[in-house]
């Protein structure tokens, strides 16, 4: 890592002295603004979310920069995992906003006949956004779309792990809001608690599992709504009917893209023991196809880099444990501590009790194991947290509904990977250690809203159940719930 590099971690390692009063000055701004806002209109939504949109397009060349600065991040995956997203986000929220703030008619039922009713969406208020340094930008300005287009205000709080992409963001949103709308407070864990103390009326935080623990407990002590985007073992099940060179080139990408450093990054993969060694070929083919040989990939320019020193070492652990009980590489392997660098490695033979079996990897190392009997697989799957993602490969549908229907999980596809969430018509959420709460489109609008239920009450008789309880009230209340409830 370069000295300027540490520099400017070190910068937002701890938080200025005055950022408790500077959080508190701009939630006062924001909690005022938020009141204004409830009465904003689509056109002036849709004009905000246009600014970010255009600024994101303007300082295109400056976000390349910065995630290689940060990781190592090659341009092209930049534009795909960083850019295009935030973009396709922006135009789904431009085109539909204003369908979406639309009051929602409901049916009357025949209890309430005499009444009309409807659900509005309000915004909820001063929204919090914590957001990881894998996907900094995209995850930092994907969510604030939504919120934009609920109408609320934010206040962003983008990882310190990755401070190039972090100065930029602030000062995009510097150029393009007001800091009474939308705000960027940097820094590390002091920062977090400070912003974590206020009363904040929705948070949405994209992480770990553990530490999304610890926001939904802070934000337990005000009552907050969450939305909570985590993580976990994401399992891939490769089937024997499966197009195994379709399955290879889907699952290499999806694990070593990005270093692997990617919440729905299969992180199990399970293949039926008659096509295990196919597919693994097909592995090692697909992985020269994408970065030439693997003994000289620490030289390819589109191979990222682990974020920092202690992940690499954290994963690096994981492969010596894994190898020290056993385990075989049957790829790759390489790694230079002073490059943070560790090439595409596949496992085999991995005892169950070995660490990598245990946590999520966020790295490229792709532990492969072996099955005969489906039930086998759903049972181990089952035995663990719910997953974020499962992918399933197979030509035998019974098999795919099989896996599915005996599973549980955030989001799921087959014979492809990754692709739920790149899709705007799916919501995109996890499961109980996953994840709560849905993101993308409608899904993320309604996130940020409130779902306020109205009545009105046009010609009802339900007065004439109101006391005192005569007989006659008596049995209208009996013949109402016989006949009508």
Known sequence: MSTAVQDIRDRFAQAPDNQATEIERVFALQQKRALTLRTSTAAERIAKIKRLKQALLDRTEEIHE????????????????EIMPVVMEANDAIRHTKRWMKPMKVPTTLAMLGTKAHVRYEPKGVSLIVSPWNYPVNLTFSPLVSALAAGNTAILKPSEMTPHCSQLMEDMVREVFDESEIAVFQGAVETSQNLLDKPFDHIFFTGSPAVGKIIMGAAAKHLTSVTLELGGKSPVIVDKSADLDKAARAVAWGKFFNNGQTCIAPDLTYVHADVKDEFVEAIKQRLETMYGSLESIESNADYARIVNNKHYK???HLLDDAQSRGAKVLAGGQHDDAQDFLAPTLLTDIEPDAEIMQEEIFGPLMPIMTFKDTREVIDDINSRPKPLAL?????DNAFVDRVIGGT??????INTVMMQYLHGNLPFGGVNNSGIGMAHGHWGFKSFSHERGIVRDRFSSTHLMHPPYTPFTRKLINWTIKYFV
Request: hydrophobic share 35%; glycine share 10%.
């Open 66 to 81: 910065a995630c290689y600065k940060d990781f190592r991040k090659p341009p092209a995956e930049v534009d795909m995992t």
């Open 314 to 316: 954290r994963i690096k």
């Open 391 to 395: 992918y399933v490969f197979g030509k």
């Open 408 to 413: 549980s999980a955030g989001g799921t596809a």
